[in-house]
């Protein structure tokens, strides 16, 4: 509260410019943030920003979240305090505007997730303050919340714990000035830590709260306009209030309080603090028994968090807390499907995937989108400066904010990027398939087997042109058994043949006779995308042997595929052995195998070595239908969008082509394969999970790509991709040619390790 003061208090000591200082006092005081930017903004473009405006603006950001443009700020607000030295860094004889700047870049840090950098910055912070020995304490207490809170959200609990500890322990006074903000900021951290007793004690030792709001009202003059300046702390405070109440066994008093912040219009207006009312409050119902009633109130939050902008939208800082979205889903799931609502949980499904790939493009480069043509790219950006602006989130009186109208405009803007390029748009907002719109998309004779984790569940949804089939499996210790099990097939080790058997009675057995005999495409989940599938094993053949098998990372991603062309193989962009630098990641082999499928295609073009850069592909990967790259690859499912290809490095390019830079590219081909890459199993992550070359790789236009779950002997792979583009170059459907190829590989190595390796995702034709 004490940054907002020093906001007002800066405002108000502007005499020459007295107009404008009210309109930010105004704006400022009734939680009006987005539009307090739009005023310094257009300022900022009219000339720069005096010292006192340029901190308004970095305080506007952070409070719309808006944290590319605040950081920025941040940084030239700590160039310009530097250049003017100590008495540039006082604002009005107030408080340094150090710590607060720093406050606003370790809690905007924790937004973010970057949770070591925030722990960083806030312990920077409090050095600094003890040091300048002002006394500060509303600046300590939250600079220690967000220390503790980024502690704790990193795994390290017992600094949280220790740095929760010595809020409590910094306690005087109850009724000092300073006693709301350390309640607050103690329960902040006892939440993120899982004390809930902790939190419960905290906000009971706040004995100024009511206090606090009446003087606030009658100085902000609310008590006349209406605004509740104080929602912002109400609002966050009640949450962890209810929610400790309910986690401590108080559950009906917990249930009243959270039907009465859910009945005020405020807290719909409040995205993310809805969600979580609504997610918690079918938690009840679930726990009393009444799945229908918890079913409705999981939809009603999955519907708030849609409509929320496709960018970071947390409270992490105000609650100590960070919504699983992944889990509102898969508790949904299961709902549904005890209650025999199969449909529904298919598209709950798809919807989770569909948010999870949304989130971590708005979180980790979804400026580097691309559009299919100019007027896309220009619906893209202005539906990105939509959402920046949507006050969705915003925690204040909506009344007064504008919040429909933004919201209105948002939807406006989603709906023309949707019309003009529905690929692009599926990647900044939710859009998934219907099971019936699913359905047009399977091939003749192809059943669907769908998967998703949540906790220890494991679902299975198979889909047919005429059934559809649902199984809830065990999927505790699923990716241990999956590593184990791929650790056993590279060793070639004899046990592999029981645990390929153990792992297709738990997978596959359960959809029974309604995939005998047909053709299987697999949304894997979760550890599954690391999970050799040909390599399973019925007890008398493997899977390859019964079925011809396709893969995508979600069936909804089928709208968006490029359609396969009838195209002659007659040229091919080929990549093989690039010169990294470093004699133990050559592929000598890859030359051989380059040349080889080369003698396939007469017009194809190689390259290989210094000439296999990354700046080769870039300017010439648009130009071939076949593109065949045999390199080097990391794979990060901990960091998808860093998973990267390894090309030659030139003055152009670093010879890293991340998955960043493949979704900006622009391609027109029927295949993409990668060769010599290794996708290795790191952690798993939820929903959309190892998004991968894959999802890039179709999303940049092309209808196949063909990888490798390891790396393969060189002459094997040689081996296979020969006979598999023999195959191709007869007019075979790519999936068909890829097992026939298998199949082949298969009689002179018999070991899984050498043909399982290879998996096909797209359409398979």
């Known amino acids: 509260m004490k940054r907002l003061l020093l906001l007002l208090t800066i405002a108000c000591c502007m005499p020459a410019r007295a107009d404008f200082g009210s309109q930010q006092v105004a704006l400022a005081s009734s939680g009006r943030f987005d539009q307090l930017e739009q005023m310094l903004e257009q300022q900022a473009e009219r000339g720069p920003l005096d010292t006192r405006d340029r901190h308004a603006l970095c305080y506007a950001y952070s409070k719309t979240k808006r944290y590319t443009q605040l950081m920025a700020c941040l940084d030239q607000l700590a160039a310009r305090l530097k250049e003017g030295g100590e008495r540039s860094t006082r604002l009005f004889g107030l408080d340094d505007a150090t710590p607060a700047l720093g406050l606003m870049r370790a809690e905007a840090l924790v937004e973010l997730g970057q949770y070591a950098a925030a722990a960083a910055q806030a312990r920077s912070n409090l050095e600094w303050l003890e040091k300048d020995g002002g006394g500060d304490l509303d600046m300590i207490y939250n600079s220690m919340a967000a220390l503790s809170i980024a502690h704790t959200m990193a795994g390290e609990r017992d600094k949280g714990a220790e740095v929760a500890n010595r809020i409590a322990r910094s306690g005087g006074n109850i009724f000092s000035s300073y006693s709301s903000s350390r309640a607050l ?16 004690e905290a906000l009971d030792s706040d004995k100024l709260f009511a206090v606090n709001i009446a003087l606030d009202r009658i100085f902000s003059g609310s008590y006349l306009t209406g605004v509740n300046n104080w929602l912002w702390v109400e609002l966050p405070r009640a949450f962890m209030m209810n929610k400790a109440l309910m986690e401590t066994g108080r559950v009906e008093q917990a249930r009243s309080g959270f039907d009465r912040l859910l009945a005020m219009p405020q807290v719909r207006e409040n995205g993310e603090i809805s969600w979580l009312l609504q997610f918690e409050r ?362 990267r290809l390894l090309f030659a490095p030139d003055r152009q390019n670093d010879g890293s082509l991340t998955l960043s830079e493949i979704y900006a590219l622009r391609l027109n081909a029927d295949l993409v394969t990668l060769s010599a890459c290794e996708t290795g199993l790191t952690k798993a992550q939820n929903g959309d999970d190892v998004i991968g070359m894959t999802r890039g790789f179709l999303y940049a236009g092309s209808s196949n790509i063909i990888a490798s779950l390891w790396e393969v002997d060189d002459n094997a792979t040689a081996a296979l991709m020969t006979h598999f583009y023999r195959n191709v170059k007869a007019g075979q459907p790519k999936g068909k040619a890829l097992r026939a190829a298998q199949e082949s590989l298969r009689a002179s190595y018999p070991a899984p390790r050498f043909w399982a390796a290879f998996y096909l995702t797209g359409q398979g034709i």
Do not use: C
């Not at 103690?186 to 939190?199: E, F, I, N, S």
């Open 185 to 200: 900021a103690l329960a902040r951290a006892r939440m993120a830590l899982g004390d809930y007793k902790g939190v419960l």
């Open 282 to 643: 079918g938690r009840i119902a679930e726990q009393e028994g009444d799945r229908a009633a918890a079913l409705a109130l999981y939809r009603a939050a999955i519907d708030t968090v849609e409509a929320q902008r496709a960018s970071i939208n947390t409270e992490a800082n105000k609650i100590g807390f960070v919504g699983d979205k992944q889990a509102l889903y898969g508790r949904a799931i299961n709902t549904a499907l005890s209650l025999q609502k199969d449909e529904l949980a298919y598209e709950l499904i798809e919807r989770s995937k569909s948010r999870a790939l949304v989130d971590l493009l708005a979180a980790r480069g979804g400026a580097q989108l691309r559009g299919q043509h100019a007027e896309s790219a220009r619906l893209l950006a202005s539906y990105q400066q939509a959402a920046e602006r949507s006050v969705a989130q915003l925690p204040v009186d909506m009344a007064h904010a504008g919040g429909d109208s933004a919201r209105k405009a948002l939807k406006l803007q989603e709906q023309q990027l949707r019309s003009a390029d529905p690929a692009l748009a599926s990647l900044v907002s939710v859009d998934a398939l219907t099971l019936a719109q699913v359905r047009r998309h399977l091939h003749p004779d192809e059943v669907l087997l769908e998967y998703y984790q949540s906790g220890d569940k494991l679902v299975l949804v198979g889909v047919s042109s005429a059934q559809v089939m649902t199984a809830q499996l065990e999927g505790a210790r699923l990716e241990p058994e999956v590593r184990a099990f791929r650790s056993l097939i590279e060793q070639q080790k004899p046990e592999a043949l029981a645990a390929a058997q153990q792992l297709y009675k738990r997978l596959l057995a359960p959809a029974g006779s309604m995939i005998a005999g047909r053709k299987l495409l697999i949304v894997p989940h979760g550890a599954l995308h690391y999970l050799p599938f040909a390599a399973l094993h019925d007890g008398q053949d493997y899977l390859l042997a019964r079925h011809e098998l396709r893969f995508l990372p979600s069936a909804s991603v089928q709208q968006f595929l490029r359609p396969a062309r009838a195209a002659a193989m007659d040229s091919m962009l080929i990549f093989g052995n690039p010169d990294l630098g470093d004699a133990r990641l050559d592929l000598p082999g890859t030359e051989h195998e380059a040349r080889e499928i080369a003698k396939l295609a007469p017009q194809s073009r190689i390259l290989t070595r210094r000439a296999a850069s990354e700046t080769a592909f870039k300017e010439a990967a648009g130009q071939y239908g076949y593109l065949h790259m045999a390199a080097h690859g990391e794979f990060h499912g901990d960091s998808p969008l860093q998973s």
